[in-house]
C-alpha cells in the first residue's frame, strides 16, 4: 500500500515538475487579444481605401469652399442666419462612403475654418453648423446604409430633416443665443431682429426667434440640401460606375 501511494506521488511530482516550467516561460494570452491589434489595423486599412480618400478630399474640399464663399441671407430673416449650401457634399458623402465619412467632411470643414480665421463671434456660429451638420449628414446616411434604396434615401433625408431643425432650436435657445448676449449684449441682438419683429423685446424674443425665423429658416435649409444632394447622388453614383468599373465597386465604395 505504501509503495503504491509512493508511486503515485512521484508520478505527480514529475507531472508538475515537467508541466510548471512551461506555464512560468510562456504567458497564458487570449487568442483574441493577440487578434485585436491585427483585426483594427485590417479595418483601418479596409477603411481608408484609395478611393475613398480621393473621394473624401474632394467632398470636404467641396463642403469647406461651398461653408466658407457661398454663404448668402435669405430676405425675411435676420441677416446673421446665413444660407450655405455645404451639406450638400456631406449628404452626398455619407450616401456614397457612409454615415462616418459624412461626419468627417462635417468636421473637416469646421477645422478648415477654424485654422484659415474665417470664423466671425468667437466660433460661437460654428458650434451651431458642426452640431446641425452632424445630425443632417449622419442620421441620413445611417437610415439609407440599411436598405440602399431610393425609398431608404428619402425616408432617411425626411426623418434627418425633422432632427436638423429640432436641434436648430435646442442649439439656439441653450447655447447659440446665450452665447451670443454674453458677447454683444442684449441691446445688440434686438437691434439686429427688430426691423423684422417691431414689438420684440428680451423676455419675448425667443417666441419671435424661435417660431418666426429658426424654424422655417432651417426647413428652408434642410429641404434644399436634401433634395439637391439627393438627385446629385444619384447622378455622381451613375458617373462612379462608369469611371470606376469592376465587379465590387459598388459594395466597396458604400460599405
Keep these: 500500500m505504501e509503495?503504491?501511494?509512493?508511486?503515485?506521488?512521484?508520478?505527480?511530482?514529475a507531472i508538475i515538475e515537467e508541466v510548471l516550467p512551461h506555464t512560468m516561460d510562456s504567458p497564458i494570452v487570449s487568442p483574441s487579444m493577440e487578434e485585436r491589434p491585427n483585426t483594427v489595423k485590417k479595418s483601418m486599412r479596409e477603411f481608408f481605401t484609395t478611393k475613398r480618400m480621393a473621394y473624401l478630399g474632394i467632398f470636404a474640399a467641396l463642403s469647406a469652399v461651398l461653408h466658407i464663399f457661398a454663404v448668402f441671407p435669405i430676405p425675411g430673416f435676420p441677416g446673421f442666419l446665413?444660407?450655405?449650401?455645404?451639406?450638400?457634399?456631406?449628404?452626398?458623402?455619407?450616401?456614397?462612403?457612409?454615415?462616418?465619412?459624412?461626419?468627417?467632411?462635417?468636421?473637416f470643414r469646421m477645422i478648415l475654418r477654424l485654422v484659415t480665421g474665417t470664423t466671425g463671434a468667437a466660433g460661437v456660429g460654428e458650434i451651431s453648423d458642426l452640431l446641425l451638420g452632424l445630425t443632417l449628414v449622419v442620421t441620413a446616411s445611417m437610415i439609407y446604409q440599411k436598405t440602399k434604396s431610393t425609398k431608404g434615401a428619402l425616408v432617411g433625408l425626411a426623418i434627418a430633416s425633422v432632427a436638423s431643425i429640432a436641434v436648430a432650436v435646442f442649439v439656439n435657445r441653450l447655447i447659440t443665443v446665450p452665447l451670443f448676449s454674453l458677447i454683444f449684449g442684449w441691446d445688440a441682438i434686438l437691434g439686429m431682429v427688430r426691423p423684422l419683429y417691431p414689438a420684440v423685446t428680451q423676455e419675448t424674443f425667443y417666441h419671435y426667434f424661435l417660431l418666426y425665423a429658426v424654424i422655417p429658416f432651417n426647413t428652408i435649409r434642410v429641404v434644399v440640401a436634401s433634395?439637391?444632394?439627393f438627385g446629385l447622388y444619384h447622378a455622381l453614383k451613375k458617373a462612379d460606375k462608369r469611371l470606376f468599373p469592376g465587379k465590387k465597386k459598388t459594395k466597396e465604395i458604400e460599405n
Design 82 to 107: 446665413e444660407f450655405k449650401f455645404s451639406d450638400i457634399p456631406a449628404l452626398i458623402a455619407g450616401f456614397m462612403l457612409g454615415p462616418l465619412s459624412g461626419a468627417i467632411v462635417i468636421v
Design 3 to 13: 509503495n503504491e501511494i509512493t508511486i503515485e506521488l512521484d508520478s505527480t511530482q
Design 227 to 229: 433634395g439637391l444632394a
